[in-house]
């Protein structure tokens, strides 16, 4: 069975950032968390849907340009 709940330790590394931050994500409600007790769990599926949100690839710096009126006009 895959891992169904991160701590914030795993979150941090997953995402690349500190622990002080990753705990602030949460804390702001940027993620998503479950508590138990007093531990702080990120539901991993949540966080891969946070960060698949959050991925700006060519076409969606194009649709937000678009949307902003941004960026070069294209010919």
Do not use: F, K
């Amino acid at each position: 069975m895959d891992q169904v709940l991160l701590r914030i330790d795993e979150v941090s590394q997953a995402l690349g950032i500190g622990r002080s931050q990753a705990y602030a994500l949460c804390a702001s409600g940027v993620l998503p968390v479950v508590r138990i007790g007093r531990s702080v769990r990120v539901p991993a599926e949540a966080l891969r849907a946070w960060v698949r949100a959050h991925t700006q690839n060519s076409d969606n710096v194009h649709d937000q340009q678009a949307e902003t009126g941004t960026g070069v006009a294209r010919r």
